[in-house]
Antibody, heavy 121, light 104 residues
Framework: EVQLVESGGGLVQPGGSLRLSCAASGFTFSSYDMHWVRQATGKGLEWVSA???????YYPGSVKGRFTISRENAKNSLYLQMNSLRAGDTAVYYC???????????????WGQGTMVTVSS | IQLTQSPSSLSASVGDRVTITCRAS??????LAWYQQKPGKAPKLLIYAASTLQSGVPSRFSGSGSGTDFTLTISSLQPEDFATYYCQQLNSYPFGGGTKVEIK
């Protein structure tokens, strides 16, 4: 079964750090671009980061310089290192697979169940 | 690129035809996807490349459009279709604000 399972969420103080993990199974992880998407409670979806099969990375302005996406193909794992966390980063964080890596005629076809990150003192 | 969905919410009855619109602030060719999300669940891919139905998605869902104006249509609303729907642009990955489909 194709599956993504996130872990690592929790409560962290403002200014703190947290590392999220996403374990992939059921497909050739190294062949796909991967993404992180977040959703604050009661709000819409926000794309957070992307990593290509070659390790190239992309971020929106809201997290650039604070978040780092990485992957470890040997472990079928995706990571999100989050530093300098703010209250506005509080959300459920999902990892997602890119259906047709490298093509804009694509979409996010497989999603994990999400992991909750709460930034609060 | 900004994506604006309309309406932000709608009420409809089972069997109704429902149309949701997504407008891009500049042309994005056919680089658009649609997702369905139910409370407490991850989004589910419905449509990609503006009009391609994802495997396993019922044929009552369809997508159309290119450039700046896109539409998601549910031909006959079913009880399991009450959810929030999002569009997404696949060049720089922003999502629309969502459309909540509620029971009338």
């Amino acid at each position: 079964e194709v599956q993504l399972v996130e872990s690592g969420g929790g409560l962290v103080q403002p200014g703190g750090s947290l590392r999220l993990s996403c374990a992939a199974s059921g497909f050739t992880f190294s062949s796909y671009d991967m993404h992180w998407v977040r959703q604050a409670t009661g709000k819409g979806l926000e794309w957070v980061s992307a990593i290509g099969t070659a390790g190239d990375t992309y971020y929106p302005g809201s997290v650039k310089g604070r978040f780092t996406i990485s992957r470890e193909n040997a472990k079928n794992s995706l990571y999100l290192q989050m530093n300098s966390l703010r209250a506005g980063d509080t959300a459920v964080y999902y990892c997602a697979r890119d259906l047709y890596s490298g093509s804009p005629l694509s979409a996010f076809d497989i999603w994990g169940q999400g992991t909750m990150v709460t930034v609060s003192s | 690129i900004q994506l604006t969905q309309s309406p932000s919410s709608l009420s409809a009855s089972v069997g109704d035809r429902v149309t949701i619109t997504c407008r891009a602030s500049q042309g994005i060719s056919s680089y658009l996807a649609w997702y369905q999300q139910k409370p407490g669940k991850a989004p589910k891919l419905l449509i990609y490349a503006a009009s391609t139905l994802q495997s396993g998605v019922p044929s009552r869902f369809s997508g159309s459009g290119s450039g700046t104006d896109f539409t998601l249509t549910i031909s006959s609303l079913q009880p399991e279709d009450f959810a929030t729907y999002y569009c997404q642009q696949l060049n720089s990955y922003p999502f629309g604000g969502g459309t909540k489909v509620e029971i009338k």
